[in-house]
Every structure is written in structure tokens, then in C-alpha cells.
């Protein structure tokens, strides 16, 4: 299945990798960064490519800690030292860490060099591949060096999802939930089922993104609706130091304390509580306790959609009604 709806197809797998090697044939060279968990779990997907194309591969290590400045000087330097030109591609090959960090090289080097995202991770299949966000983390937080960067191809393949954990793979599901809670409740319907096609389910949480970026590319009005849960769940994630909880776990707490303060607001319908709280419950997603809520608030306050105006809360009226509420 191939999604047009953006300037790049992403193009959506279970068979085999003949529409990535297509994409690939139009470059010169291949420069793929990946992790090391990827590399060693999918190393035929490697191997396959060397044989192929004339392919270039620096792995970094796994985790957050290399969206820094350190990995981000090493890949460009590497890259630059193999006389990287700009008919050359880059490929992200893995999680959103890497899907993030090698965006950042590939807009920056030599002033962009084309970028395709092949993600690994359920998570970064759905929510980080697509929209054009990289960047990286410096000591003061977050995703604060970043630019927005079109891929020019995504390419999803399920093989790669039968080596990630349940609880990494749960960690993805909380962003279809979330797609699912601002954008189409046929796809919160087939999430409540015990068994559906992931291929669905992937595709109908990109339309969801896809439609939100087109709208709203720079994160102006819609694009905070992509936000839902995440106030609370960023100040649980900074609380905690990015230790001990997924974002996806964190972002479910946040998805449920959004359900509850709507409904205070009068925003809410009632029956969502049960609702929601049922399927985070399903996907494991709310196995990790976190404090009353009062802690996380001075994080809150600090939250980037902090502006002049007050906080921009997100809410849903019903499943597929997002709306921004200003606290
Ligand atoms: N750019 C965006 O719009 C956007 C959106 C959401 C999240 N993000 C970023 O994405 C990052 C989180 O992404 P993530 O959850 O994919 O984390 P990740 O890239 O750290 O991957 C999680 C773990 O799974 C491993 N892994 C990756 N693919 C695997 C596979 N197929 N089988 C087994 N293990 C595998 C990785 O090595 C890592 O240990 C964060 O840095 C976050 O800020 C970006």
C-alpha cells in the first residue's frame, strides 16, 4: 500500500523490499545510519543492500543518548570523510533516534542531502517517521536543535516489528490510540479488537498525522492536536529524568488525565473515561505507576505550548473531536 497524500509516497510493506531498492536506484550512493540493535537483528536487510547498491553504514549506539551533538559531529564527520556528495542519499534505518538524528545530518550536510526514513520501531512507524520533525537533545532538553525536513521516500516493513518487544511495540500502539482518540474512531473500533491488520491500523494512524500536517505543517493551530497527552506525559518523562517509563506510557497517563480534566471542563463526554482508560489498560500502557499529579504541575506550566495567551491544552470533545483549550 502506497500513501501519496504528502511530497514524499510512504509506502507501506510485508512482502519484499523491491519499491525501496526502486527509490534507491535513483542515487548514487547509500548512507545509512543505523543502531546497533538494528544492525544485529535485521543484518540480512544489511547485507542485502551492500550487495545491491554501493552502500556506505555508520551504526551508533542505541538509546536517546545519541540524539546529541557528539553522535550528530561524528556521522557528518564520517560521512564527509567518504566524500559524501549531494546525489548521494541518506537513509534513516531504525527507531525514531535514528530516524531523528540522521534527518538532522541529512538537512544540514552539504545544505540537505535527500532523506529516506525506513523506520523499525511500531512508534516511529506511525508518529516520527512522517511530518518532517529532526533534531536533537542538548543538556537543557529535548528535541531543542531541530529543523522541519521532508523525507523524499518512507518505506514501513513489518518484518521489523517481529523483533521488537511487547513492550516496545505497546509503546507504538499508544500513538495509534492517540491518532485514534483526535482522528477516527473506526481505527479506535479495530484497536479494541483482539486481532487486526497492522498494515490497517498503521495506515489509518498515518492518515491521521498526514491530514493534520498538510493542514498545519509548522505547528501553528492543528498540528497541536498531535499533542494529545502530552503535557502531562512530557512532565512525567522531565520528572523522572526520561528514565524508567516510555514516552508512549507516558503520554497514555496523559491521554487519560486530559479525558478527566475535560470532562471537569464540560468538554468531555463522560462514557470516554471508561473507554480510554479500558484500552490503554488492554495495551498495558498504564503498568507503570506514576505520583499524583500535583507533582508533574510545575513541568506542566513549563510545557512548550506555554504561551503568552496561557496553556494550550489539548481535549477531545468525542473520539475524533480534538479541541485546544486554553488553562
Ligand atoms: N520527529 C518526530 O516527529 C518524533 C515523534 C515522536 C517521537 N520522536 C522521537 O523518537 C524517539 C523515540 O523513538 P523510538 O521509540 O523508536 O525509540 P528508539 O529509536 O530509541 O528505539 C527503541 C529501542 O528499540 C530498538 N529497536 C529499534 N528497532 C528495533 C527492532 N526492529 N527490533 C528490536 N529493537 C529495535 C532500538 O535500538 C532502541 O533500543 C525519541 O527521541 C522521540 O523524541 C520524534
Redesign the pocket.
Known sequence: MTLHDLNYDIQLSKGDFLPLYEKLREYSRVFVVS????YD??NDVFMRLKKKFDVYIHIIQ???TS?SLETYEKVCDDFLSQHIKRDDVIVAL???????LT?FVASTLLRGIDLIQV???L??MV?????????I?TKQG??LIGQFYEPTYVFIHLK??????KR?LN??YA?IIKAALIGDKTLFELLKLNDHDRIEVISKALKVKIDIVKKDPFENNERMFLNFGHTLGHAIEKHTNYKGI???EAISHGMLYAIEKGIELNITSPYLKDEVRHILHKYQLLDVNIEDVSVYETYMRMDKKQRKDGLRFVCIKDIGIPVIHRL
Open positions: 543502531d546497533t540493535h538494528v537483528l535485521h542505541p538509546g536517546e540524539k531504525g527507531g525514531g533516534v535514528v530516524g531523528d534527518g523506520p523499525t520501531t512508534l516511529s508518529d516520527s517517521s512522517i511530518g518532517s520533525k529532526v533534531g537533545n529535548k528535541n521489523f516489528l517481529t523483533t521488537l518487544s516496545e509503546n507504538g500513538e516510555k514516552h508512549g
